[in-house]
């Protein structure tokens, strides 16, 4: 990135550039202006610095708690409570943020440094390109797209355009600097892996242990880097898409958890998967018929199968009457329809529910605009997250 001020040479105060104006701090965040006054006024998370003539300025300390503000409604909390964690946020964690995004440490001050109009400390930007050798450092281009969503409400869209290969001026940050780190750090290391198209990368970040547990893995980690990735635009070479290296690490996550989750029930007695005793209540999972890769109704059979529970997700075309069929043959003890999508198809939703009104249909759906398209009767319900359609589930198969 070309910086847009010179970076100075010479230590000096901060006391006449403390910070960011609230125009500079919107770009950076990928809000409209007018919802960080909103923030300001209604949760105060405004700026905190001040310049010789009384204007407030965005300090790095404040551009780290909007970060997280803004990462927390992207994740569905409410912003009440986005802005309660953000303004609880201690300073590892804030610090934790600034380094995953490329700001200066809060709480540096007096240093002499000064920001381009992203926030972005110009004399660190400058060394990042200079060590990072001209053909990387002049592949990197962010445009900031147009704000959309209501204000103080739903999170803003930022577009990023990136030419590749190398990503964001370098390779993802190391395994050993993210262990242990907060969920944040480790969603944008892996958002970096997948943008530089790092598979082993990828892989290692999403390893899940037979201890783990696939719900948490997927609500903190992989969702929020699933969707942060949709919302990029990248300039890649042939055969490479970020995406699929995402998907493709993180289903062989699941599929290995999977493995080693079934081998451990028949080596300690228990009966295999295909068992007739575990099959009188399975799940068929769906996805959205336009959906290419369903990565949350993976996730949700992989949670259903830690729990002791067994499901079949739904692949390939599948028409009303197919899906019909399909039920028919499996009698499942319920069915689900999970999507990161805000708009589904819902069409297999009402044919199984014709066909069979006593089954119990649980259809993932963050926005209740959507709801309203879903069949009306007591057996169908609408659940906002991944962890609320999973514990549903689960009160079904164990009643």
């Not at 701090?25 to 006024?41: E, Q, S, Y």
């Not at 493709?248 to 295909?274: D, K, M």
């Not at 043959?329 to 069979?356: F, I, K």
């Not at 962890?387 to 079904?396: I, K, P, S, T």
Request: with cysteine.
């Amino acid at each position: 990135m070309t910086p847009s001020r010179p970076a100075q040479t010479t230590g000096g105060s901060r006391a006449s550039n403390p910070g960011l104006a609230v125009a500079a701090v919107a770009k950076r965040l990928g809000v409209a202006p007018a919802t960080l006054r909103t923030w300001d006024r209604r949760y105060g998370l405004g700026p905190s610095g001040r310049t010789a003539g009384s204007h407030r300025r965005y300090t790095p300390d404040d551009v780290a708690r909007l970060l997280v503000m803004r990462r927390l409604i992207t994740e569905g909390y409410a912003p009440v409570d986005a802005a309660k964690q953000a303004k609880a946020a201690g300073a590892e964690e804030l610090g934790a943020v600034a380094d995953a995004e490329g700001l200066p440490q809060p709480g540096a001050r007096g240093d002499g440094e000064d920001f381009d109009e992203l926030g972005t400390s110009v004399r660190e930007d400058a060394s990042r390109s200079a060590s990072a050798g001209p053909a990387r450092g002049d592949a990197i281009a962010r445009v900031t797209g147009p704000a959309s969503g209501g204000v103080g409400e739903e999170p803003q869209r930022r577009v990023h355009l990136r030419a590749l290969p190398g990503g964001a001026g370098g390779t993802a940050p190391s395994l050993r600097a993210v262990a242990g780190a907060p969920s944040s750090v480790r969603v944008s290391a892996l958002v970096d892996a997948a943008l530089a198209f790092e598979r082993t990368q990828c892989d290692a970040l999403l390893v899940l242990a037979p201890g783990d547990d696939p719900a948490a893995w997927w609500t903190d980690l992989v969702e929020p880097a699933w969707l942060r990735i949709a919302q990029r635009t990248v300039l890649a070479g042939p055969g490479e898409v970020p995406e699929v290296v995402l998907a493709t690490a993180a289903l062989r996550a699941l599929r290995h958890y999977t493995e080693e989750f079934e081998r451990a029930i028949v080596e300690s007695g228990g009966p295999p998967a295909n068992h007739p005793s575990r099959m009188r209540k399975i799940v068929l999972v769906f996805a959205a018929p336009d959906e290419v890769v369903p990565l949350s109704a993976h996730a949700l059979a992989a949670a259903l199968a830690a729990q002791g529970s067994m499901a079949k997700i739904v692949t390939g075309p599948a028409s009303t009457h197919r899906s019909v069929e399909l039920v028919t043959m499996v009698r499942p003890a319920a069915v689900v329809l999970a999507t990161t999508q805000n708009r589904p198809d819902l069409d297999v939703v009402h044919a199984v529910h014709e066909g069979y009104p006593d089954l119990p249909i649980f259809v993932g759906l963050r926005r209740d605009a959507a709801a309203t398209a879903l069949p009306f009767g007591p057996t169908v319900q609408q659940l906002r997250s991944f962890n609320g359609l999973l514990h549903e589930v689960l009160a079904v198969l164990r009643g």
